[in-house]
RNA sequence: GGGCGCAUAGCUCAGCUGGUUCAGAGCACCUGCCUUACAAGCAGGGGGUCCUUGGUUCGAAUCCAUGUGCGCCCACCA
């Protein structure tokens, strides 16, 4: 049978996958087994992958397929968020290409092409998932705004609004003028721009005086209410009680107190102008102030400013100042900078207005989620995002659920011709309680509301909703068997930008319907940047395709890579290198698997130099195998990996495969054999959850002939064994004689074919000698007490090594680097003695130091000798 | 403006409750090798005032304070 020389991914991967699918290896169901379950942060449905979904579903993979070889039920499940806002914008951008406009269609059009493009695009991403190795339950996908989910989020709506959590209230929001839509936060883009501030004077009515106010925003005067000032102010004690006339309108307004003005900012006056101000409707709503809205859904100055009607409201600024210039009420304009927020979409300045919004109480349901995570019940990993998450909680303001949008779950709200409104989940149901209030009332006279709710209204409910919808809203019914086994889940992996969004709100959401949290650990993932660190996104075009990555390096290449340098909470700086170095580890595992497959076994006696190995190998691996469990129950994945990695390259493949592998030709004996492909699959079983195509197709192949296992994820990780810490410790001195005699090869140009002796004086244990001799290749291994003529020297630990180099040898070479190494030794010496005749030390430091400092001093004191000894005799040799 | 966090090799980071894991890892770099598993490789090597300045201590990369420079979250002052 031939095998590559290089390992191929693309095929291996999709005949895997299959494989994988057509056994159902991903399903899981209750049974008596301890589940393990994470629920996927559920992607935009009409999204495409990018690198930062690479690597928190790469970690994913690796937590859920680890937990199935722990023995776990593993559960990972998947699905799809409706992503209101990205998709409602994607539908609308692409209509707009077809000269489709928003308005002109009513909102079941709207919606029938909203269904056809998430028919068309939606699940993409969970195919891209598959590519990356994904192993979902994907009989479980689910999609937010599915039919029972979205019945969830009503029934949520409904069970809240009935225990007095959720009120309507006026906010500002994000109004964009040209798109004539509100916008969220996050489509909002802040600059700092230079702009003006202009102070104006309001004549005092009954007086010949004026109180100047400082103002950016002078076209919205006619919108003033009030003027405000510091009660604690005195520069203005006279004004208690008066009142000031609006400039160009004359109209007059009222002179109110409040400490809400900050006296050292402008001139003390604050105009108050309640319709365009969210401070200043609160100051409107204490003081019964009117609300007088002048500027329009499209920016522009209504009849109720009075001047100006019809103007844009940047031109009316410019308009407006030379008005105030012109009547000698401009006092004067500072440069002002201040920073402004703009719409992602249109890049017009956004208008903040006022409007009348749905809104869920936070203070109290959010205490309890604050408890889990404090009290530890919920770890966040990293815990310094504690802190912020106390912080968040602390201040938590009331949620706006409602967003101005078609493409979501439609407020359950029926308004009633006299403006009142019933809570209901249908039409019919809204009737019955209209009925209430007006017999006579018709159904054809009830109007739901226009909008639907926040996106992660519905999202919150997912570690609940995807096992059992119709538990949303409904702490009384106990659930289904899915939910009841599977719920809490486990652990939760996403960004830490959504940590106040979705995750605090998802414990919320688990404790007011379940009495649960939803998960035990929430590991956060950094995000990924470009080298330069650059976040990488879609507009600056510094993301790589994940995909062709994949086809190029291979998923488990990919995934190693990203892996590697990703710890917890840390952006990933992505290089290409990184991923490079995954694929080339692929490689030298595929020749690792090439190697062993290579050989010839024949019933021979084991050498010895194999007995020794295998002696070795079995104890460096089981102290492996704790660190890298000891670093995932820390969720040091990358670590783990690292761990892996190295235990991999370095201890099996550079030393174990090379002192056990026979010459060429020769065959190797069973028993070793055999002990190694132990080593080879258990090593496989490690690296599965990191790199499971190239570890499931190596172990099929070496599994041929058994078949108690279909599939590598069917088998178990490596039980934890007690180590010998003592041949761990020699072989490292063994490595280091080595490295020594190589290094000395390397400096004298002795090539490695030629053999050469090793004499060694002190307390050595020959039992490895065999080892020696075969990876420094030397002749012989001998304990002495003579000196040698002409030989190199080193030393490790108290043990001295020498090398016979006959002619080869020069002398003040060897002079020069035996003077450095003394020169080093005896400064050590001086530091030490100066700890240990330091009287304080040895009175406050922990015995068991300054044991260890007596030890280093003899230690230090026989290398000296050894030294010195040694450069005499090489001097005498150099007469 | 309020809050949180970070600074260790060229890069990305480990370094627990101060002391032999104490200055580390991976990558990158330099040198020599096409040695019958692997040049996507093998062998060897050189890199750091642990951000500044003070303090605590017998002893500080580690604890405290100040300064500097970054980053994140929240709120946005007319």
């Known amino acids: 049978m031939e095998i590559t020389a290089k390992y191929n991914p693309v095929e291996v991967e999709d005949r895997l996958y299959a494989y994988w699918m057509e056994n159902g290896f991903?399903?899981?169901?209750?049974?008596?087994?301890?589940?393990?379950?994470?629920?996927?942060?559920?992607?935009?449905?009409?999204?495409?992958?990018?690198?930062?979904?690479?690597?928190?579903?790469?970690?994913?993979?690796?937590?859920?397929?680890?937990?199935?070889?722990?023995?776990?039920?593993?559960?990972?499940?998947?699905?799809?968020?409706?992503?209101?806002?990205?998709?409602?914008?994607?539908?609308?951008?692409?209509?707009?290409?077809?000269?489709?406009?928003?308005?002109?269609?009513?909102?079941?059009?709207?919606?029938?092409?909203?269904?056809?493009?998430?028919?068309?695009?939606?699940?993409?991403?969970?195919?891209?998932?598959?590519?990356?190795g994904a192993s979902c339950d994907w009989r479980r996908t689910q999609f937010t705004m599915d039919e029972k989910l979205s019945e969830a989020v009503i029934d949520t709506f409904i069970y809240l609004y009935n225990k007095g959590l959720i009120y309507r209230g006026i906010r500002m929001v994000n109004w964009d003028t040209v798109s004539k839509t509100a916008v969220s936060d996050e489509e909002v883009i802040h600059k700092d721009v230079n702009s003006k501030l202009y102070y104006i004077s309001y004549p005092i009515v009954g007086e010949n005086a004026s109180l100047t106010i400082a103002t950016t925003?002078?076209?919205?005067?006619?919108?003033?209410?009030?003027?405000?000032?510091?009660?604690?102010?005195?520069?203005?004690?006279?004004?208690?009680?008066?009142?000031?006339?609006?400039?160009?309108?004359?109209?007059?307004?009222?002179?109110?107190?409040?400490?809400?003005?900050?006296?050292?900012?402008?001139?003390?006056?604050?105009?108050?102008?309640?319709?365009?101000?969210?401070?200043?409707?609160?100051?409107?709503?204490?003081?019964?102030?009117?609300?007088?809205?002048?500027?329009?859904?499209?920016?522009?100055?209504?009849?109720?400013?009075?001047?100006?009607?019809?103007?844009?409201?940047?031109?009316?600024?410019?308009?407006?100042?030379?008005?105030?210039?012109?009547?000698?009420?401009?006092?004067?304009?500072?440069?002002?900078?201040?920073?402004?927020?703009?719409?992602?979409?249109?890049?017009?300045?956004?208008?903040?207005?006022?409007?009348?919004?749905?809104?869920?109480?936070?203070?109290?349901?959010?205490?309890?989620?604050?408890?889990?995570?404090l009290s530890g019940e919920i770890k966040l990993i990293p815990d310094k995002f504690k802190n912020t998450y106390k912080y968040w909680m602390e201040h938590v303001r009331d949620w706006c659920i409602s967003r101005q949008l078609w493409w979501g779950q439609r407020i359950p709200a029926w308004y009633l011709p006299d403006g009142s409104f019933v809570v209901a989940k249908t039409a019919d149901e809204a009737f019955t309680l209209a009925k209430k209030k007006y017999a006579d009332i018709k159904i054809s006279e009830l109007r739901q509301d226009e909008d639907v709710v926040d996106t992660w209204f519905s999202s919150w409910l997912w570690p609940i909703s995807v096992f059992d919808p119709s538990a949303c809203g409904h702490p009384e019914i106990k659930g289904n068997a899915d939910l009841n086994y599977y719920y809490p889940t486990n652990d939760l992996v996403t960004a830490p930008e959504i940590l106040f969004f979705w995750v605090a709100r998802m414990i919320i959401a688990g404790h007011e319907f379940r009495g649960k949290a939803p998960f035990s650990n929430v590991y956060l993932t950094g995000i990924v940047r470009d080298k330069s660190g650059r976040k990488m996104s879609k507009s600056l075009g510094n993301s790589p395709d994940p995909l062709k990555l994949i086809e190029q390096y291979g998923a488990d290449g990919v995934r190693t890579g990203m892996l590697l340098c990703s710890s917890a909470g840390n952006d990933i700086l992505y290089d290409n290198s990184q991923v490079e170095q995954g694929r080339n580890f692929c490689n030298k595992i595929w020749n690792a698997f090439r190697l062993v497959k290579s050989w010839n076994i024949e019933q021979i006696p084991q050498p010895d130099y194999a007995?020794?190995?295998?002696?070795?190998?079995?104890?460096?691996?089981?102290?492996?195998?704790?660190?890298?469990?000891?670093?995932?129950?820390?969720?040091?994945?990358?670590?783990?990996?690292?761990?892996?990695?190295?235990?991999?390259?370095?201890?099996?493949?550079?030393?174990?495969?090379?002192?056990i592998k026979p010459a060429y030709g020769s065959p190797i004996d069973k028993s070793t054999y055999t002990e190694t492909l132990k080593f080879f699959e258990n090593l496989l079983k490690i690296l599965h959850p990191f790199m499971p195509f190239i570890t499931e197709e190596i172990w099929l192949i070496l599994n041929n002939a058994q078949k108690e296992h279909k599939s590598i994820m069917l088998t178990h990780q490596p039980k934890l064994c007690d180590f010998d810490e003592k041949t761990v410790s020699v072989f490292e001195q063994v490595k280091d004689i080595i490295v020594n005699i190589r290094t000395l090869r390397q400096n004298k140009n002795i090539s490695p074919k030629q053999s050469l002796e090793l004499f060694v004086k002190g307390n050595f244990d020959l039992s490895f000698a065999s080892i020696l001799m075969k990876?420094?290749?030397?002749?012989?291994?001998?304990?002495?007490?003579?000196?040698?003529?002409?030989?190199?020297?080193?030393?490790?630990?108290?043990?001295?090594?020498?090398?016979?180099?006959?002619?080869?040898?020069?002398?003040?070479?060897?002079?020069?680097?035996?003077?450095?190494?003394?020169?080093?030794?005896?400064?050590?010496?001086?530091?030490?003695?100066?700890?240990?005749?330091?009287?304080?030390?040895?009175?406050?430091?922990?015995?068991?130091?300054?044991?260890?400092?007596?030890?280093?001093?003899?230690?230090?004191?026989?290398?000296?000798?050894?030294?010195?000894?040694?450069?005499?005799?090489?001097?005498?040799?150099n007469i």
Request: glycine fraction near 4%; charged fraction near 30%.
């Open 775 to 877: 990876l420094a290749n030397l002749s012989k291994v001998e304990i002495t007490e003579m000196d040698i003529k002409n030989m190199s020297s080193f030393l490790t630990g108290t043990n001295e090594y020498y090398i016979p180099l006959g002619s080869r040898i020069n002398i003040s070479e060897e002079l020069e680097k035996l003077t450095k190494e003394l020169e080093y030794a005896r400064g050590f010496l001086s530091a030490v003695n100066k700890k240990l005749t330091n009287e304080q030390f040895i009175k406050s430091a922990p015995s068991n130091i300054v044991e260890s400092e007596y030890k280093k001093r003899l230690d230090a004191e026989s290398k000296i000798k050894i030294l010195e000894d040694n450069i005499s005799r090489l001097q005498a040799n």
């Open 217 to 373: 925003r002078p076209e919205t005067i006619m919108a003033d209410a009030a003027i405000c000032i510091n009660p604690n102010d005195e520069r203005y004690y006279s004004m208690k009680n008066k009142k000031v006339l609006i400039p160009l309108i004359n109209k007059e307004i009222p002179v109110i107190l409040d400490e809400y003005v900050s006296m050292d900012f402008g001139t003390g006056c604050l105009k108050v102008t309640p319709a365009h101000d969210v401070n200043d409707y609160a100051l409107g709503i204490k003081y019964n102030l009117p609300v007088i809205d002048i500027i329009d859904n499209d920016g522009r100055l209504n009849e109720k400013a009075q001047i100006l009607t019809g103007e844009d409201r940047f031109d009316a600024r410019k308009k407006i100042v030379e008005m105030l210039d012109d009547a000698g009420l401009l006092v004067k304009t500072e440069d002002y900078k201040s920073s402004i927020g703009f719409s992602e979409r249109t890049d017009t300045v956004i208008e903040p207005k006022l409007s009348m919004q749905w809104f869920l109480k936070m203070e109290e349901i959010s205490k309890p989620a604050l408890n889990y995570v």
């Open 611 to 659: 007995t020794k190995a295998i002696a070795w190998f079995n104890s460096q691996f089981n102290r492996t195998l704790k660190e890298i469990y000891d670093n995932f129950d820390k969720y040091r994945i990358s670590e783990a990996l690292m761990d892996a990695y190295k235990l991999f390259w370095d201890d099996f493949c550079a030393y174990y495969l090379e002192i």
């Open 26 to 132: 991903f399903n899981s169901d209750p049974d008596e087994r301890e589940p393990y379950t994470i629920v996927i942060p559920p992607p935009n449905v009409t999204g495409i992958l990018h690198m930062g979904h690479m690597l928190n579903n790469t970690i994913q993979d690796v937590l859920v397929r680890r937990a199935r070889m722990l023995g776990k039920n593993a559960c990972w499940v998947p699905g799809t968020d409706h992503a209101s806002i990205a998709t409602e914008a994607k539908v609308v951008a692409k209509l707009r290409e077809q000269g489709i406009s928003k308005d002109q269609l009513t909102r079941n059009e709207f919606l029938k092409h909203a269904w056809e493009w998430k028919e068309k695009h939606g699940g993409i991403i969970l195919e891209q998932l598959k590519k990356l």
